[in-house]
């Protein structure tokens, strides 16, 4: 097995059990390893390390996948794995729908797969994961006997690693606009043409979350997508509910979602931008009782952070003002960069703006089948905020 020798001085994340090794901490590697390849990693004075994925081409060259050295990274490797996961999933109270595997967060870098009922969607977006699909696939099989599983590796990272967009069928052919239940409540789901894996799993306790606060309610949400947290608030006892989306596909499926669920009296959608309806409306006098945001993720890189701040300030800002006093507040930010305590303070700072005082409901992250490694970045990324603005 080829060899990765480390140097000297190597940064904390590796110490602290993150598997990711850039090419500025490596001083030599034994040997020419093919892109993918899985190689044997070992500290600068030969100590072993762990064993990984090799992408020479990346800036991030290695991925580990176990500090064992008597694991063998093979077949029965991805089904002890995503049993493990799977095992987990199921310990703290998943069943149906779940992220089974995210990532770093189960030592299987770069691999997502969400668990829709019967159907799997998987992404593997590094170069030395795709290689094992099969190895995947075959687990999923296994221990699920599923009625399909479908690739979105339409992801532009796949291509940092030399690798080509691509999605399609990863078992027999199937119809890929499937029905899930998710607290009691029916969502179809496009796995093909969705948004990521078709749905965002990641809030799905979040949703749970707004249950006392709608009651009774006239609530907005803007950023709907498919009208997840709107039919919900629906189901929980709002008077009225109007859910925005920029995309009128997304309204379209919004719709549908709430005609399935026998709420189109309560939930009405309309297909427009967030930023200039809200800022409208607050012109107009218009008011509500909860105000819900969970905008798509303002930047990916650290140049466009002072711009996604602005972002956040903006569009909370506009949506306190439409709040009566005493309502609420339910927002989100899926920015990995945006740290919780960054994301509180955005939120304050809009409310001095505002005029307004806030007393905090509950503060979240992303749902439990995403764990989160405290030292690990890239592992918290969701912040749910419930606040009352007073
Ligand atoms: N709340 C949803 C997920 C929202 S994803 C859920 O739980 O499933 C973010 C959504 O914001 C996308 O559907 C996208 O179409 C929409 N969006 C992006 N920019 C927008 C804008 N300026 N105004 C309104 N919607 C926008």
Redesign the pocket.
């Known amino acids: 097995m080829i060899k990765v020798i480390l140097k000297k001085k190597i940064s904390n994340r590796v110490v602290n059990g993150h598997p990711w090794i850039f090419n500025n901490e490596i001083n030599i590697v034994e040997g020419e390893p093919e892109g993918g390849e899985i190689v044997e990693v070992q500290t600068h004075d030969k100590k072993f390390l762990g064993k990984g994925y090799i992408n020479p081409k990346s800036q991030i060259v290695v991925r580990l996948l176990t500090r064992d050295r008597n694991e063998a990274i093979d077949d029965s490797f991805f089904y002890n794995r995503l049993l493990a996961a799977w095992n987990y999933r199921k310990q703290i109270g998943y069943s149906d729908n779940c992220r089974l595997i995210f990532g770093e967060a189960d030592n299987m870098p770069q691999l997502v797969i969400d668990k829709f009922n019967d159907y799997f969607v998987i992404q593997t977006l590094a170069l030395g994961m795709d290689k094992w699909k099969p190895a995947i696939v075959g687990a999923i099989e296994k221990i699920f006997q599923p009625k399909g599983i479908y690739e979105r590796n339409d992801v532009p990272v796949r291509e940092l690693e030399g690798m080509q967009q691509q999605k399609g069928f990863l078992s027999a052919g199937f119809d890929t606009k499937i029905r899930i239940t998710e607290n009691g409540l029916k969502f179809n789901v496009d796995i093909e043409n969705g948004?990521k894996t078709g749905?965002?799993l990641?809030?799905q306790d979040?949703?749970r979350a707004i249950q006392h606060i709608v009651k009774g309610a006239d609530v907005l949400?803007?950023?709907?997508?498919?009208?997840?947290?709107e039919i919900h608030a629906a189901h929980y006892g709002a008077k009225s509910v109007l859910g925005?989306?920029?995309?009128e596909n997304?309204v379209k499926q919004a719709n549908e979602n709430s005609a399935l669920n026998g709420y189109s009296d309560i939930c009405r959608f309309e297909a427009?931008?967030?930023?200039?309806?809200l800022k409208q409306w607050g012109k107009d006098g218009r008011k509500y009782d909860v105000v819900?945001l969970?905008?798509?993720s303002f930047t990916k890189t650290r140049e466009n952070i002072q711009k996604a701040i602005a972002g956040y300030k903006e569009i909370n800002l506009r949506g306190m003002k439409l709040i009566r006093p005493g309502g609420f507040l339910v927002t989100?930010s899926?920015t990995n960069l945006i740290e919780p305590s960054l994301f509180l303070d955005i939120i304050q700072d809009a409310a001095r703006d505002a005029r307004r005082k806030l007393r905090q409901v509950c503060f979240q992250a992303q749902s439990a089948d995403h764990p989160i490694i405290r030292e690990w970045e890239n592992t918290q990324y969701l912040k749910f905020l419930i606040t009352q603005v007073q």
Do not use: E, H, W
Request: glycine content about 6%.
């Open positions: 948004q749905y965002f990641d809030q979040n949703r949400g803007a950023f709907t997508y498919t009208g997840t947290f925005l989306d920029i995309s997304a427009v931008n967030a930023f200039d309806v819900m969970d905008p798509p989100s899926c």
